[in-house]
Protein backbone atom coordinates (compact mmCIF):
# COMPACT_ATOMS: atom_id res chain seq x y z
CA UNK A 1 0.00 0.00 0.00
CA UNK A 2 3.01 2.22 0.75
CA UNK A 3 4.03 2.41 -3.17
CA UNK A 4 -0.22 3.23 -4.18
CA UNK A 5 0.11 5.81 -1.73
CA UNK A 6 3.49 7.02 -2.91
CA UNK A 7 2.08 6.75 -6.66
CA UNK A 8 -0.95 8.93 -5.74
CA UNK A 9 0.90 11.52 -4.14
CA UNK A 10 3.18 12.01 -7.20
CA UNK A 11 -0.13 12.32 -9.43
CA UNK A 12 -1.43 14.70 -6.77
CA UNK A 13 1.28 17.41 -6.65
CA UNK A 14 1.68 16.94 -10.86
CA UNK A 15 -2.10 18.30 -10.59
CA UNK A 16 -1.25 20.49 -7.99
CA UNK A 17 1.69 21.54 -10.32
CA UNK A 18 -0.33 21.97 -13.39
CA UNK A 19 -3.15 24.21 -11.53
CA UNK A 20 -0.79 26.49 -10.63
CA UNK A 21 0.31 26.50 -14.21
CA UNK A 22 -3.23 27.54 -14.95
CA UNK A 23 -3.02 30.24 -11.97
CA UNK A 24 0.28 31.67 -12.99
CA UNK A 25 -1.21 32.17 -16.60
CA UNK A 26 -4.57 33.71 -15.18
CA UNK A 27 -2.31 36.36 -13.13
CA UNK A 28 -1.07 37.56 -16.19
CA UNK A 29 -4.81 39.42 -16.88
CA UNK A 30 -5.85 39.15 -13.39
CA UNK A 31 -5.53 40.13 -9.73
CA UNK A 32 -4.95 37.54 -7.23
CA UNK A 33 -8.20 38.28 -5.30
CA UNK A 34 -10.17 38.06 -8.62
CA UNK A 35 -8.52 34.17 -8.67
CA UNK A 36 -9.04 33.62 -5.82
CA UNK A 37 -12.79 34.53 -5.75
CA UNK A 38 -13.94 33.01 -8.99
CA UNK A 39 -12.03 29.22 -7.47
CA UNK A 40 -13.50 29.18 -4.23
CA UNK A 41 -17.10 30.34 -6.00
CA UNK A 42 -16.57 27.14 -8.24
CA UNK A 43 -15.07 25.05 -5.27
CA UNK A 44 -17.99 26.12 -3.03
CA UNK A 45 -20.71 23.73 -4.29
CA UNK A 46 -18.04 20.83 -4.17
CA UNK A 47 -16.92 21.27 -0.34
CA UNK A 48 -20.77 22.16 0.29
CA UNK A 49 -21.48 18.64 -0.69
CA UNK A 50 -18.94 17.56 2.02
CA UNK A 51 -20.27 19.95 4.40
CA UNK A 52 -23.77 18.51 4.43
CA UNK A 53 -21.84 14.88 5.13
CA UNK A 54 -20.69 15.52 8.52
CA UNK A 55 -22.32 13.57 10.96
CA UNK A 56 -21.06 14.81 14.12
CA UNK A 57 -23.74 16.94 16.31
CA UNK A 58 -23.94 20.34 17.72
CA UNK A 59 -23.87 23.78 16.88
CA UNK A 60 -21.59 26.23 14.18
CA UNK A 61 -20.24 27.73 17.28
CA UNK A 62 -16.38 27.55 17.60
CA UNK A 63 -15.04 26.27 20.47
CA UNK A 64 -11.75 28.70 19.85
CA UNK A 65 -13.30 31.25 17.84
CA UNK A 66 -10.08 33.40 17.94
CA UNK A 67 -7.98 30.53 16.65
CA UNK A 68 -10.34 29.37 14.44
CA UNK A 69 -10.66 33.43 13.14
CA UNK A 70 -6.80 33.57 13.03
CA UNK A 71 -6.97 30.54 10.99
CA UNK A 72 -9.21 31.45 9.03
CA UNK A 73 -7.43 34.77 8.28
CA UNK A 74 -4.41 32.68 7.44
CA UNK A 75 -6.48 30.26 4.88
CA UNK A 76 -7.37 33.98 3.34
CA UNK A 77 -3.61 35.44 2.73
CA UNK A 78 -1.75 31.82 2.06
CA UNK A 79 -3.94 31.26 -1.55
CA UNK A 80 -3.58 34.88 -2.42
CA UNK A 81 -0.16 35.16 -1.74
CA UNK A 82 1.08 32.69 -3.56
CA UNK A 83 -0.97 33.13 -6.20
CA UNK A 84 0.48 37.13 -6.67
CA UNK A 85 4.31 34.92 -6.27
CA UNK A 86 3.05 32.75 -9.20
CA UNK A 87 2.26 35.78 -11.42
CA UNK A 88 5.00 37.39 -10.61
CA UNK A 89 8.12 34.86 -9.97
CA UNK A 90 9.39 32.11 -11.99
CA UNK A 91 7.65 28.69 -10.85
CA UNK A 92 10.76 27.33 -9.76
CA UNK A 93 11.69 30.35 -7.50
CA UNK A 94 8.32 30.23 -5.65
CA UNK A 95 8.24 26.45 -5.29
CA UNK A 96 11.49 26.81 -3.17
CA UNK A 97 10.22 30.09 -1.03
CA UNK A 98 7.20 27.55 -0.29
CA UNK A 99 8.96 24.64 0.72
CA UNK A 100 10.17 26.25 4.02
CA UNK A 101 6.56 25.69 5.32
CA UNK A 102 7.54 22.86 7.32
CA UNK A 103 10.61 24.56 8.60
CA UNK A 104 8.30 27.14 9.72
CA UNK A 105 5.55 25.10 10.92
CA UNK A 106 8.88 23.42 13.56
CA UNK A 107 9.30 26.38 14.86
CA UNK A 108 5.76 27.62 15.47
CA UNK A 109 4.98 24.51 17.05
CA UNK A 110 7.38 25.34 19.88
CA UNK A 111 5.20 27.94 21.22
CA UNK A 112 1.99 27.14 19.70
CA UNK A 113 2.37 23.28 20.45
CA UNK A 114 4.73 23.77 23.00
CA UNK A 115 6.58 21.42 21.47
CA UNK A 116 10.43 20.49 22.20
CA UNK A 117 12.30 20.63 19.35
CA UNK A 118 15.82 18.99 19.40
CA UNK A 119 19.16 20.72 18.28
CA UNK A 120 19.55 19.02 14.86
CA UNK A 121 15.86 19.71 13.94
CA UNK A 122 17.12 23.27 15.05
CA UNK A 123 19.97 23.58 12.76
CA UNK A 124 17.97 21.69 10.15
CA UNK A 125 15.55 25.07 10.33
CA UNK A 126 18.95 27.21 10.17
CA UNK A 127 20.61 25.75 7.04
CA UNK A 128 17.04 25.75 5.11
CA UNK A 129 16.23 29.31 6.11
CA UNK A 130 20.12 30.06 4.82
CA UNK A 131 18.56 28.10 1.40
CA UNK A 132 16.01 31.05 1.50
CA UNK A 133 18.23 33.33 1.25
CA UNK A 134 20.48 31.44 -1.60
CA UNK A 135 17.11 31.75 -3.55
CA UNK A 136 16.45 35.24 -2.95
CA UNK A 137 19.89 36.60 -2.49
CA UNK A 138 19.20 39.82 -1.09
CA UNK A 139 21.59 42.50 -2.26
CA UNK A 140 22.65 40.58 -5.16
CA UNK A 141 19.55 41.24 -7.47
CA UNK A 142 16.26 43.19 -6.86
CA UNK A 143 13.51 41.94 -4.52
CA UNK A 144 10.26 42.23 -5.28
CA UNK A 145 6.38 41.89 -3.85
CA UNK A 146 6.28 38.23 -5.36
CA UNK A 147 9.32 37.00 -2.54
CA UNK A 148 7.27 38.80 0.15
CA UNK A 149 4.26 37.32 -1.05
CA UNK A 150 5.46 33.74 -1.46
CA UNK A 151 7.28 33.77 1.72
CA UNK A 152 4.45 35.13 3.52
CA UNK A 153 1.94 32.24 1.94
CA UNK A 154 4.53 29.97 3.79
CA UNK A 155 4.43 31.58 7.02
CA UNK A 156 0.25 31.42 6.49
CA UNK A 157 0.18 27.80 5.74
CA UNK A 158 2.68 27.32 8.31
CA UNK A 159 0.32 28.92 11.14
CA UNK A 160 -2.83 27.42 10.35
CA UNK A 161 -1.27 23.98 10.14
CA UNK A 162 -0.22 24.25 13.77
CA UNK A 163 -3.41 25.89 14.60
CA UNK A 164 -5.34 23.11 13.37
CA UNK A 165 -2.99 20.49 15.36
CA UNK A 166 -3.84 22.80 18.37
CA UNK A 167 -7.91 22.46 17.92
CA UNK A 168 -8.68 20.30 15.28
CA UNK A 169 -9.73 17.61 18.43
CA UNK A 170 -12.13 19.60 20.19
CA UNK A 171 -13.42 21.71 16.90
CA UNK A 172 -16.03 20.06 14.78
CA UNK A 173 -14.90 19.80 10.83
CA UNK A 174 -18.09 21.80 9.81
CA UNK A 175 -16.77 24.28 11.71
CA UNK A 176 -13.21 23.96 10.42
CA UNK A 177 -14.18 24.62 7.19
CA UNK A 178 -17.36 26.71 7.22
CA UNK A 179 -15.94 29.90 8.49
CA UNK A 180 -12.95 29.94 6.16
CA UNK A 181 -14.89 29.31 3.15
CA UNK A 182 -17.32 32.12 3.91
CA UNK A 183 -14.52 34.66 4.85
CA UNK A 184 -12.85 33.89 1.96
CA UNK A 185 -15.58 34.95 -0.41
CA UNK A 186 -16.57 38.05 1.29
CA UNK A 187 -13.22 39.11 1.46
CA UNK A 188 -12.25 38.53 -1.83
CA UNK A 189 -15.47 40.20 -3.17
CA UNK A 190 -14.83 43.39 -1.73
CA UNK A 191 -10.94 42.97 -3.12
CA UNK A 192 -11.96 42.05 -6.14
CA UNK A 193 -14.15 45.18 -6.95
CA UNK A 194 -10.95 47.50 -6.72
CA UNK A 195 -8.82 45.11 -9.50
CA UNK A 196 -11.79 43.67 -11.39
CA UNK A 197 -11.21 42.62 -15.35
CA UNK A 198 -13.87 41.47 -17.10
CA UNK A 199 -14.06 37.57 -17.81
CA UNK A 200 -14.21 35.85 -20.90
CA UNK A 201 -15.21 32.44 -21.36
CA UNK A 202 -11.62 31.05 -21.74
CA UNK A 203 -10.85 32.78 -18.54
CA UNK A 204 -14.02 31.38 -16.61
CA UNK A 205 -12.57 27.69 -17.85
CA UNK A 206 -9.49 28.05 -16.23
CA UNK A 207 -10.82 29.08 -12.91
CA UNK A 208 -12.88 26.45 -12.92
CA UNK A 209 -10.02 24.13 -13.47
CA UNK A 210 -8.44 25.72 -10.94
CA UNK A 211 -10.91 24.84 -8.66
CA UNK A 212 -11.45 21.43 -9.56
CA UNK A 213 -7.60 20.76 -9.90
CA UNK A 214 -7.00 22.04 -6.31
CA UNK A 215 -10.27 19.74 -5.07
CA UNK A 216 -9.03 16.41 -6.75
CA UNK A 217 -5.40 17.04 -6.36
CA UNK A 218 -6.08 17.25 -2.61
CA UNK A 219 -8.80 14.24 -2.38
CA UNK A 220 -6.03 12.34 -3.49
CA UNK A 221 -3.67 13.42 -1.35
CA UNK A 222 -6.02 12.55 2.23
CA UNK A 223 -6.28 9.03 -0.13
CA UNK A 224 -2.65 8.69 -0.10
CA UNK A 225 -2.11 9.61 3.68
CA UNK A 226 -4.82 6.78 4.56
CA UNK A 227 -3.00 4.43 2.65
CA UNK A 228 0.06 5.05 3.33
CA UNK A 229 3.09 6.42 6.08
CA UNK A 230 3.28 9.96 6.00
CA UNK A 231 7.21 9.56 5.86
CA UNK A 232 6.72 8.21 2.55
CA UNK A 233 3.74 10.20 1.34
CA UNK A 234 5.07 13.85 3.12
CA UNK A 235 8.37 14.50 0.81
CA UNK A 236 6.62 13.67 -2.57
CA UNK A 237 5.69 17.22 -2.01
CA UNK A 238 9.30 18.30 -3.41
CA UNK A 239 8.97 16.42 -6.71
CA UNK A 240 7.06 20.00 -8.00
CA UNK A 241 9.89 21.51 -8.47
CA UNK A 242 10.61 19.10 -11.23
CA UNK A 243 7.35 20.27 -12.85
CA UNK A 244 8.05 23.84 -12.03
CA UNK A 245 11.18 23.39 -14.29
CA UNK A 246 9.56 21.32 -17.14
CA UNK A 247 6.16 23.89 -17.19
CA UNK A 248 8.51 26.86 -16.78
CA UNK A 249 10.66 26.03 -19.79
CA UNK A 250 7.50 24.71 -22.15
CA UNK A 251 4.96 27.44 -21.42
CA UNK A 252 6.71 30.86 -19.86
CA UNK A 253 10.20 30.58 -21.35
CA UNK A 254 11.71 30.22 -17.55
CA UNK A 255 15.46 28.48 -16.85
CA UNK A 256 15.95 28.47 -13.22
CA UNK A 257 19.49 29.80 -12.25
CA UNK A 258 21.85 27.61 -10.68
CA UNK A 259 21.32 29.60 -6.95
CA UNK A 260 17.82 29.16 -6.98
CA UNK A 261 18.36 25.01 -7.46
CA UNK A 262 21.72 25.18 -4.78
CA UNK A 263 18.78 26.90 -2.92
CA UNK A 264 15.72 24.77 -3.56
CA UNK A 265 18.03 22.06 -3.06
CA UNK A 266 19.13 23.44 0.44
CA UNK A 267 15.82 23.79 1.80
CA UNK A 268 14.23 20.56 1.01
CA UNK A 269 17.42 18.73 2.48
CA UNK A 270 16.43 20.38 5.57
CA UNK A 271 12.76 19.73 5.01
CA UNK A 272 13.84 15.99 3.99
CA UNK A 273 15.67 15.70 7.36
CA UNK A 274 12.83 17.12 9.50
CA UNK A 275 10.44 14.55 7.97
CA UNK A 276 13.27 11.91 8.81
CA UNK A 277 13.43 13.05 12.42
CA UNK A 278 9.94 13.56 13.54
CA UNK A 279 9.10 9.90 11.66
CA UNK A 280 11.59 8.14 13.30
CA UNK A 281 10.19 9.73 16.97
CA UNK A 282 12.69 12.62 17.40
CA UNK A 283 11.73 14.87 20.54
CA UNK A 284 8.73 15.16 19.01
CA UNK A 285 5.24 13.59 20.12
CA UNK A 286 3.10 15.83 17.82
CA UNK A 287 4.67 15.61 14.46
CA UNK A 288 3.18 18.60 12.78
CA UNK A 289 4.73 18.99 9.64
CA UNK A 290 3.85 15.11 8.78
CA UNK A 291 -0.01 15.56 10.30
CA UNK A 292 0.12 18.13 7.40
CA UNK A 293 -2.11 17.02 4.55
CA UNK A 294 -2.19 19.46 2.01
CA UNK A 295 -0.32 22.08 0.55
CA UNK A 296 -2.64 25.07 1.94
CA UNK A 297 -2.54 27.58 -0.98
CA UNK A 298 -5.32 25.84 -3.08
CA UNK A 299 -8.87 28.01 -1.95
CA UNK A 300 -10.13 24.90 -1.40
CA UNK A 301 -7.56 22.32 -0.30
CA UNK A 302 -7.54 23.00 3.39
CA UNK A 303 -10.98 22.75 3.59
CA UNK A 304 -11.68 19.11 1.88
CA UNK A 305 -8.33 17.70 3.62
CA UNK A 306 -10.09 18.53 6.83
CA UNK A 307 -13.45 17.34 6.01
CA UNK A 308 -11.73 14.19 4.95
CA UNK A 309 -9.53 14.01 7.79
CA UNK A 310 -9.39 10.77 9.99
CA UNK A 311 -8.72 10.62 13.89
CA UNK A 312 -5.48 9.11 14.71
CA UNK A 313 -4.95 6.61 17.34
CA UNK A 314 -3.95 9.02 20.03
CA UNK A 315 -6.82 11.24 19.47
CA UNK A 316 -9.04 7.94 19.28
CA UNK A 317 -7.99 6.90 22.74
Known sequence: MNLKATLLALLAFAIYSTHDMVVKHLGASFSPFQIVFFSSLFSFP???LMLVR???HGNLRPVHPWWVALRSLCIV???TAAFYAFSTLPLAQVYALLFSAPLLITVLSI???GEKVGVFRLVAVLVGLCGVLVVVRPGATSLNGGHLAAMLAASAVALQSVIVRKIGREERRVVLMLYPLLISVAVMSVAMSFAYEPV????LAGFAIVAVFGFVATLL???????GEAALVAPMQYSQIIWAVIFGMLFFGETPDVPTLLGAGI???SGLFIIAREATGGTSKQTPVLRTRSRGI???SLRVSQAMRRPTRSEKE
Open 77 to 79: IAP
Open 298 to 300: SPG
Open 221 to 227: MVVAYTW
Open 267 to 269: IVA
Open 54 to 56: DPT
Open 200 to 203: ALSD
Open 46 to 48: LIT
Open 111 to 113: PIL
